[in-house]
């Protein structure tokens, strides 16, 4: 019966992909360049990778390795909403576009590509309740 359930048909690799090293690189260069204060981005990231003799990946593939997503959750509620979204460094304010209300507010966390939102009502061990029942 195995020949009856679904297979995929992504293949196991694709030969086409950016190996690792060189992306590697592109993260290393970014820095470096972003460190000496000059223009980090994809073009002149390419230019750069093309000195040193490598033979560098599209300017779009650079721009999706060198920048990260973040995902920020605002709630079905609001899904739909054209919002707007006031971004300073790893701050972000998130309100709605046509009313101005601010649905959200938040620090972004680097190492996190999605970033989780505050629970409405605190887990049960912050409220102190265990679930022992030698406990008063």
Request: aromatic share 2%.
């Amino acid at each position: 019966m195995e020949a009856l359930e679904p297979r995929s048909r992504r293949p196991n690799s694709n030969p086409r992909a950016t190996g690792a090293d060189t992306a590697a690189r592109i993260l290393a260069l970014r820095a470096s360049l972003t460190e000496a204060g000059l223009d980090a981005g994809p073009v002149p990231s390419r230019w750069h990778l093309e000195r040193e003799g490598l033979h560098p990946p599209p300017s779009s593939t650079i721009r999706r390795h060198a920048g990260r997503l973040h995902h920020i959750g605002i709630g079905r509620a609001h899904a739909g909403k054209h919002v707007l979204m006031l971004i300073h460094d790893t701050d972000v304010t998130i309100s709605d576009a046509s009313t101005g209300e601010i649905l959200r507010d938040l620090t972004i966390d680097p190492t996190r590509d999605y970033q989780s939102r505050p629970r409405k009502t605190p887990r049960s061990e912050d409220r102190g309740v265990t679930d022992d029942p030698t406990h008063p």
